[in-house]
């Protein structure tokens, strides 16, 4: 390249690096503590319930734009769309075991504005005994 067009290319390179830098400094930050729980053992039938926690570290809002579970056999209620930085919020986990017995593997899919974490899983598992028929 030219002197010329090194002296247009290099500032305009610089210029989208500073501002890169300075947008993914103002973005959210979402921290999950607790990404797996296991409820252990219980029954068929029975409803097992967990909240999840997350915290906004970055310096924007965390917007919580989906939340699903692997199984109909679970419910899923976030506390809020919107956390602002600094705050928690949470996702609780609702999972009904009629109908199944076994080991238990249900995964939570989250998707969020974060950068660096766009999706998230998180991790319920656990032992359902078959209930005994008459």
């Given amino acids: 390249m030219s002197r010329k067009t090194w002296l247009i290319v290099l500032p305009t390179m610089v210029v989208l690096s500073v501002g890169a830098m300075l947008a993914f ?3 959210p930050r979402v921290v ?3 990404q797996s729980f296991s409820f252990g ?3 068929e039938g029975e409803i097992v319930e967990h909240e999840f926690k997350l915290h906004n570290a970055g310096h924007s809002v965390l917007r919580i734009l989906g939340v699903w579970g692997s199984c109909g056999c679970t419910t899923i209620m976030r506390s809020a769309a919107s956390i602002v930085p600094g705050a928690d919020g949470s ?3 609702r999972y ?4 199944h017995f076994g080991p238990i ?3 939570i899919h989250i998707a969020t504005n974060d950068p660096n974490h766009p999706s998230l899983d998180l ?3 656990g ?3 078959k209930r005994l028929r008459k």
């Fill in 123 to 125: 991790m319920l598992t």
């Fill in 25 to 27: 400094r103002q973005s």
């Fill in 96 to 99: 009904d075991s009629e109908g």
């Fill in 41 to 43: 053992s219980t029954s």
């Fill in 105 to 107: 593997d249900d995964y």
């Fill in 91 to 93: 996702i609780v986990v």
């Fill in 32 to 34: 999950v503590p607790e």
């Fill in 127 to 129: 032992f359902v005994n």
